[in-house]
């Protein structure tokens, strides 16, 4: 079991530039997450998806695009990157109870 | 608006002391409370959790809820150097819902060895 996948691990992009992170997770689990964590602010919610087919704002959605593109893969993209996107991307999975964390990606914007 | 407070630290706690972090929550009726470990560098890990109707001890570590006053705690016994870390606190408020998590900032937790 690999848990909950990420890719990229780290990525540096210039302003306006587009990109897709990718999560995939092999445990099952009906809800997915995507946060960003920046020094002293915590974990924020960015959008989730309860299941399959479904998504939903959370907390700091500007600026961001998500696809549940199935059970397994729930992805974030950034259509023109900002250096206010400059943060740690985690993606999460939850069996409705506790949320499991992918190792992240480290993003820069220039 | 629902939160979750934490002091951000740094606690700093003698090797082999009892390390004890605290969480308050601002919505009475929340459900479930979760405490994750963050290594720098690393993504959140969990420890444990806890329902509303009680306590639990896993191990070093001791979750307890105090419902009248609306915050839990986090006890790890016997600290360890390996124990140094971010603590997040996360509760879930919701009744009918198990969606999502209201997550505080974290305290950072120093065990000398």
């Known amino acids: 079991n690999a848990g909950v996948t990420q890719t990229p691990k780290f990525q540096v992009l210039k302003t306006g530039q587009s990109m897709t992170l990718q999560c995939a997770q092999d445990m099952n689990h009906n809800s997915m997450y995507w946060y960003r964590q920046d020094p002293g602010m915590g974990l924020r919610l960015i959008y989730y998806s309860a299941s399959e087919g479904t998504t939903d704002k959370g907390e700091v959605p500007n600026g961001y695009n998500v696809s549940r593109l199935n059970k397994r893969e729930f992805s974030l993209r950034l259509e023109s990157a900002a250096p206010s996107q400059t943060s740690v991307y985690f993606c999460?999975?939850?069996?409705?109870?506790?949320?499991?964390f992918g190792p992240g990606t480290r993003l820069t914007v220039l | 608006q629902k939160e979750v407070e934490q002091n951000s630290g740094p606690l700093s706690v003698p090797e082999g002391a009892i390390a004890s972090l605290n969480c308050t929550y601002s919505d009475r009726g929340s459900q479930s409370f979760f405490w994750y470990r963050q290594y720098s560098g690393k993504s959140p890990e969990l420890i444990m959790f806890?329902?509303s109707n009680g306590d639990k001890e896993d191990g070093r570590f001791t979750a307890q809820l105090n419902k009248a006053s609306q915050y839990v705690s986090l006890l790890i016994r016997d600290s360890q150097p390996s124990d140094s870390a971010t603590y997040l606190c996360a509760v879930n408020p919701f009744r009918d819902s198990n969606y999502q998590l209201i997550w505080g900032a974290g305290t950072k937790l120093i065990i000398k060895p």
């Open positions: 806890i329902y």
């Open positions: 999460a999975s939850s069996d409705g109870e506790a949320q499991y």
